[in-house]
């Protein structure tokens, strides 16, 4: 099998609703969705959210990386799946998102070439993966009243932003315990929002309203403010942002930085990547979880969700931006159960069946 052809469209969604954290405001979901195409009439989709506030990049940038891609990608077999993967970083040393679009796209023509879905190929430990539902940084009431509809949706876990001012992260936890009950699990995500001392006041303040566990809570360079933060916290840390690749996952767990690791497979770069992440985690009895950028429009989540449902050590997940668009760009995927269960198709691949083109700019 050879790519024939790879084609790239921008895209940009409206939120629901703008997500507020502490790096600043999410309103838009904006990606670069790609499609390859094979001499065999298999194609593959894929996504590349760039997610300006974590990563640095931009959607020019992942179409400028995803269009250098394809002069190589012509006549390579998208199922040599390493070689593939050798030669996007060979060409750049970053540009997760649009290496994510490529991978994800590759992957599903793989899931198409075998006749199964992809979590099947991933492992098949599950077909479904429970969520959480995020709440942003708004005022405490605001965030309380939100965070209680969630839960009377049938979400059982809440994660909260915080990062940008103690007084009102304290104001916030303790008005969305009040409005959930004692039942409900409370994540929470600093963003890089705390230095390292002041992390270790604020989570046990925090951790009077029971937090089950703490994201990012300095910033992604400060790998000895991380440790710090990691072994005198009263609440498990998880690493985000300061986990990019199996490189910083390998540094990470070796050096007990942190207690869990958040995979996003627009930050490692796809797939591939977030399984050798996976794998040094469950070598060290690391738990993971599955993330998703906010700006996000679904297929990259199909991806995730495919690989977090597949694989035992992937224990949480963190995949509701699904509920933040107003419209998907796609059909096929995944569908919805039970309110904070995402289920995967058993249609070979993504289980995508065609884009909705006249969505694209």
């Not at 098949?124 to 940084?137: E, F, L, R, W, Y």
């Not at 050590?313 to 059909?331: C, F, G, H, M, Q």
Request: net charge negative.
């Amino acid at each position: 099998m050879k790519i024939t052809d790879v084609k790239v469209h921008a895209l940009q969604v409206p939120l629901a609703k703008p997500l507020y954290i502490s790096l600043g405001a999410i309103t838009d979901a904006i990606s670069a969705l790609v499609v390859i195409e094979t001499d065999e009439g298999i194609t593959g989709y894929g996504e590349g959210s760039p997610g300006v506030l974590i990563t640095g990049e931009n959607l020019p940038g992942t179409i400028a990386s995803i269009r250098m891609f394809r002069d190589k990608l012509i006549g390579m077999d998208p199922l040599d799946l390493e070689s593939i993967s050798i030669m996007m970083n060979r060409e750049t040393a970053l540009a997760g998102a649009a290496k994510c679009a490529i991978d994800t796209a590759c992957h599903d023509i793989l899931g198409k070439k075998c006749g199964l879905p992809l979590y099947k190929l991933l492992g098949g430990h599950s077909n479904k993966i429970v969520t959480d539902m995020t709440v942003g940084i708004e005022d405490p009431q605001i965030t309380a009243e939100k965070a209680r509809k969630y839960v009377e949706q049938g979400f059982t876990t809440i994660k909260t932003k915080v990062g940008a001012d103690a007084a009102m992260d304290l104001a916030r936890v303790r008005a969305i315990r009040e409005a959930v009950g004692d039942s409900v699990k409370i994540r929470l995500d600093a963003n890089q929002g705390w230095h390292a001392r002041e992390a270790i006041e604020l989570i046990r303040r925090l951790n009077e309203y029971d937090i089950e566990l703490v994201e990012q809570p300095v910033r992604r360079y400060d790998f000895e403010g991380l440790c710090y933060v990691t072994a005198n916290s009263p609440v498990p840390i998880m690493a985000d942002e300061s986990c990019w690749d199996s490189k910083d996952a390998l540094r990470l767990i070796s050096s007990r930085a942190v207690d869990f690791i958040n995979i996003k497979l627009m930050k490692c770069g796809g797939i591939r990547e977030a399984q050798k992440i996976c794998a040094i985690a469950e070598s060290a009895g690391v738990e993971v979880m599955l993330g998703c950028m906010a700006e996000e429009c679904g297929i990259g989540i199909t991806a995730a969700a495919s690989l977090g449902a597949a694989l035992s050590v992937i224990t949480r997940a963190d995949l509701d931006n699904t509920w933040s668009l107003k419209e998907l760009p796609y059909e096929g995927g995944f569908h919805i159960e039970t309110t904070n269960t995402l289920v995967l198709s058993d249609n070979p691949g993504l289980g995508i069946v065609s884009l909705k083109e006249e969505m694209f700019n």
